[in-house]
């Protein structure tokens, strides 16, 4: 079921004719995009048609490296028989800025982000496939970002076109969680890339930013430049 709020706050070989010896011409080749797309996943254990879109994500995490899936729990189903262990505020704050770029003042589990612009439903193969294939085809942002350190992270964002927030994730590779209430009791809900923080380390204006900070919640790191319209500027993980 969709649970529904209202807003508070992704060349051939050449061939020849042998008779005239003609080489056809190719059509240019579109490089691949330097980095991930960005397929964020909006669930809770609550949400008894989330299981799939949490096992979307996990297929297409195997078949495709080039996404950098992540799965943000909401807390909206909290208080509906189960409270979900992985939920957070910030990231139904997340979810309500996305809303609002699409001019809905409402939001659902399952939906699915894709490079910032794409909203849908999460649990649709056919439009996520879509969605992350569309961001390849597009242009799109790639300012570097490095990451590296231990306890405590060093993170770059080089120089660059455009503005933008530089957002910081820290997230789990892998939660399985038995659910004993609400609508999924009884079930064992798996999920990967469980975000388990989310902050944002303020605006990006186009020149070289540094921070060194305490490494947040989470086994992996992830640095997301996004711009005020979602789109993706740049991204990188450890």
Known sequence: MRF???LLLLAA??????????????????????RPVLVEMF??????????????????ATSDKGILPLSLNVTYWNNLGWHDTDSMDETTVRQFWYAG??????????????????????NSRRKLS????????????????????????????????GAGQIILFGYDARHATAVNAGENAG???????????????????????????????????????QAKDGSVLGLASL
């Open 130 to 161: 879509a969605a992350i294939a569309a961001a390849r085809a597009e242009p799109a942002g790639n300012v570097p970002i490095t990451i590296s350190g231990g306890p405590m992270l060093v993170l770059e964002v080089s120089a660059g076109q």
């Open 4 to 6: 529904w709020l209202a």
């Open 43 to 60: 669930v809770s254990q609550s949400c008894s048609t989330c299981p799939p879109a949490d096992a979307l994500l996990q297929a297409l």
């Open 101 to 122: 770029l699409a001019g809905s003042q409402n939001v659902y589990t399952p939906e699915a982000v894709v490079d910032g612009t794409r909203q849908m439903t999460g």
């Open 13 to 34: 070989p050449a061939a020849y004719a042998q008779t005239a010896q003609v080489t056809p011409s190719k059509a240019p080749v579109k490089p691949a995009l330097p």
């Open 187 to 225: 079930a064992t809900i798996t999920e990967i890339n469980v975000v388990r923080s989310l902050t944002s380390l303020g605006p990006w204006n186009g020149l070289d930013e540094q921070f060194k900070l305490p490494r947040p919640a989470g086994q992996h790191i992830a640095v997301v430049l």
